[in-house]
């Protein structure tokens, strides 16, 4: 029955189907786009400085070093073959303190992103990565939003949406364990199998009445994470704190800047956050996936925002950025789907 409820919960929220169905209206204008530019892989132009334009097989390394440093957390890049000794004397060298972050250096949806707390956590999970991976400090906010901005060309830059994130926090009342309470829920039911995989035993706790617990400290859709549209907060205050902050991010015109932050007022004013990466021609914009909104609001606003990138890119292109040939792309596209498996491995 648990089965059942699951599945027919999906099958009237749209925000669980298929992306071949959620993108289905993109599909015939992307063929047009491709039509106007004769490019199947015009976007690489969207961000002339990120890999591919951020759409695919672009490292989050090399995108944190056109931010400015005071931008987002300590970060350093670790190879596949460097041993936990030269791990830990990197950690401590740029002063990253556990709990931190590890997570791979080209990313994919939320995949084989860890809180690590000690350094057997931490030597777990290299003798599974075979991938790079990055070692970051942990944000010190607790509220993240994705911010989707967006620079036309000759235009001051705009901010098209905002979408809050509500972690898997539970509370407990003293009578439950972690897993009734899971039950309680359907969203987070829906991560019980990958949940029962991390915390194994730890399900099995009864919290104290009150207490909290937040499973998933890190804002992925198809990790439990809520996401609720929140574009009321954009304010002009905001827009022109980020049009400053972005203009010092070299060759960064469109996408989703996912951030941490202490709250909207500092946000506004530029202050007391830090960007978690951003996320270039892949970008989707997330605020559509709130419950409230209904598949129409979903298409308009990706149609929007596919439109957004294909003005950047042709402009971009003008102005002496490159479109991938067919036979980069496709080597490129064939790069990432060997990588994805690599990921899923782990």
Wanted: charged letters at 25%; hydrophobic letters at 35%.
């Amino acid at each position: 029955m648990t089965k059942l409820n699951l599945f027919l919960h999906k099958l009237v929220h749209w925000e669980y189907w298929p992306y071949q169905i959620v993108y289905f209206p993109v599909y015939f204008q992307y063929l047009y786009y491709v039509i106007r530019t004769r490019s199947f892989f015009y976007f690489n132009a969207s961000n002339p400085t990120i890999k591919n334009g951020g759409f695919f097989m672009e490292s989050k390394k090399e995108i944190y070093d056109l931010i400015p440093p005071e931008y987002y957390p300590k970060t350093i890049l670790i190879q596949p073959n460097d041993d936990l000794e030269t791990i830990l004397q990197r950690i401590n060298s740029e002063n990253i303190q556990f709990p931190l972050i590890a997570k791979p250096d080209i990313g994919l949806r939320g995949t084989a992103v860890k809180k690590i707390h000690n350094t057997k956590e931490l030597a777990a999970y290299f003798s599974k990565a075979n991938f790079n991976v990055l070692i970051q400090s942990l944000i010190p906010y607790e509220n993240e939003i994705g911010l989707f901005y967006v620079k036309l060309p000759n235009q001051p830059g705009k901010i098209t949406g905002i979408v809050a994130k509500e972690f898997m926090i539970l509370t407990g009342n003293g009578k439950n364990t972690i897993r009734e309470l899971l039950h309680q829920d359907k969203r987070y039911l829906l991560q019980l199998e990958v949940l029962e995989e991390e915390y194994k035993d730890k399900l099995n706790i009864i919290l104290n009445e009150g207490e909290t617990i937040n499973l998933v400290p890190y804002g992925n859709h198809c990790r439990g994470t809520k996401f609720v549209d929140a574009s009321h907060e954009i304010t002009p205050e905001m827009i022109k704190s980020f049009n400053t902050i972005c203009s010092q991010i070299n060759g960064f015109h469109f996408g989703r800047m996912d951030i941490m932050y202490q709250s909207y007022e500092d946000l506004a004013k530029g202050k007391n956050f830090q960007i978690v990466e951003i996320n270039g021609a892949i970008s989707e914009p997330t605020h559509m996936y709130d419950p409230k909104h209904i598949l129409w609001f979903g298409w308009k606003e990706l149609t929007r925002h596919f439109h957004y990138m294909y003005v950047i890119s042709k402009h971009n292109r003008k102005n002496g950025a490159n479109y991938l040939t067919f036979k980069e792309g496709v080597r490129e596209f064939k790069k990432h789907h060997k990588y994805y498996d690599t990921i899923l491995e782990f």
